[in-house]
């Protein structure tokens, strides 16, 4: 994209705000930022955002290229883990193209608006939107009917250019927009509007936690240290929710040598501008490269977070800037040391039944799915997989940034978790596995509305940080039995 097309693109920017009186926004399942509107303005502004997006963008090859094709056969249903459990039409994945397809080919080519001319024609109109800012969000973006559409349909991509359009004109969920909000505009500049302070105190609090676990004092979580090799960025939600995974982290980066740091300036790795606004996502990147350029960092290394893994894998070489640095998951790094011999784990610790669940963003397209497994079998003699799994794996069922938007957990956990659910019901697992802060979330709800039972959603360095050897500290087998005694 050009310099000029993204400064075209960024004027495109309706600053919604919260219209809680809108007779649209209590028709909804969950809340929406509306910005006011007269009656019937909602089709005309979608239409011009449509414009300016087919003109500084590659959708309109796409679009072109799927609207001329049949995009009805339904293959996708069959894969579809939220129409297994609804049987709703509305919920077929090329039923949801269908929406923004009909649009193009009425407004956008020569054959529909010649057909306008001669007859009556189909108007885009404020119910169609309506539908469309309903259905996209019943979609968990997890693009398994990706890999059944004969014909090749990114069923996904359309969702998503769906989502990016209808939050130019002010539809988009409160929770998504308040985070991205925040980490952009806000005083904090993360997701959890965690302050820098607080912060820090967490890595202090963390360091002396793994004093009393591993009975050793070197492990740090180090804070603004120039040159590092690896500028480190979790989910942020992890400062608040996720202590030992990212205890894990860090004693993995200990005891294999990483050179690495946490930036002050920016410590949050997630971008919700994957799921709802490609002008977010842009800036949300561009915000990220600048923390590693600040810090003197040669590579990033993203957490235990699939979206999070996927936006910066993807999207740092595109909008990145000149020589823009790599791209790492916190796994892959494990992993390469666990071969090189470099990390030494227990394999007596964990005894119990462990199953992995693959997040949709790192597994789909088969970037990360070996990776994770070979750590796993290296150190836990009870593996169980879940059927499928990997690239064809299920959704969580609150991907595509649905999990943060809490008045919709019902249909979160009873749709489109139910195929999750069962999975982990028949592995029969203790330890469920979930390499990514927004699915732990979503699996956490779905064991307790599903009534699973004793099982514990974790991440892979949860576990890790269990059986792991370093020297001069406890060793694994000690610290276990310690844990025992106190349970």
Known sequence: MSARAAEETDAVDPQPTLDAASPRASTRRYSYYVEPQTAGDRPRRFLQVMAAVLRHSAYGYWLDLYSRVSAKCSRCADVCPVYDVTHDPRDVPCYRSELILKVYRRYFTFAGMARARLG??????????????????????????????????????????????????????????????????????????????????????????????????????????????????????????????????????????????????????????????????????????????????RKIMIGECGHASRSAKDFVPVFGGPDPPEVVNCMEWTHRMLDQGRLVLNPDVITDVVTFHDPCNIARKGWIVDQPREIIRSFCRNFVEMTPSGSENYCCGGGGGTVSIDEIRAFRTGVGGKRKADQIRATGARYVIAPCANCKKQLRELVEDHGLGEVDVVGLHDLILKAIEIPGARPAAERAAAGLQAG
């Open 120 to 297: 009556k024609p189909w108007e885009l109109t404020d119910a169609h939107l309506d539908e469309m800012a309903e259905s996209v969000y019943r979609c968990t973006a997890c693009r398994r009917c990706t890999t059944e559409c004969p014909l090749g349909i990114d069923h996904g991509l359309l969702t998503h250019l769906m989502r990016h359009i209808l939050t130019e004109i002010g539809l988009a969920p409160k929770a998504l927009v308040v985070a991205v909000r925040e980490q952009l505009e806000g005083r904090t500049r993360n997701t959890s509007a965690i302050p820098v302070a607080a912060m820090r105190d967490t890595c202090e609090f963390l360091e002396e936690e793994l004093v009393d676990q591993l009975g050793y004092d070197g492990v740090r979580f180090p804070v603004d240290v120039e040159g590092a090799e690896y500028a480190f960025f979790p989910a942020v939600s992890d400062f608040l929710l996720e202590a030992d995974t990212l205890m894990g982290n860090a004693a993995v980066f200990h005891a294999t040598g990483c050179s690495w740091t946490i930036g002050s300036g920016n410590f949050d790795g997630i971008n919700y501008g994957l799921f709802i606004n490609d002008r977010y996502l842009r800036r949300i990147i561009r915000q990220l490269v600048a923390e590693v350029r600040r810090l003197g960092a």
